[in-house]
């Protein structure tokens, strides 16, 4: 499910969780934008003594708001990720790092 950021009418702050008034101008009324990837500013990893470790990461959004989520795994800072909603949480999963062109081979004509 695509993570949803209210952005103000108004004067454009994004927010998330939404609010019912915008904390910078007071207004009301929103946009919803959808989210789809951002930037790790911050890691951490939640150690349990019988669970599985529980990865939380801070990612900014291109709309400048930063996000709360977790990860299946340890995350890097600076790390690009994609964004989901799961059962009301926010989930980040690392992009796959893109794939540089094959090396082309240059053939000279005779
Ligand atoms: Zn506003």
Redesign the pocket.
Known sequence: MTVFVAV?R????ALFPPRLL?P????DAWDSVAVTEGVVTEATSVQHRVAAPVHLVSVRTGLGVVLLARMDSAAEIGARVTLRQQDGAVVAEARAPATPPPPTTATRPR
């Not at 108004?10 to 702050?13: N, P, S």
């Not at 910078?24 to 207004?27: E, K, P, V, Y």
Request: aromatic share 0%; with cysteine.
């Open positions: 103000c108004a004067c454009g702050d915008c910078s101008c007071g207004g």
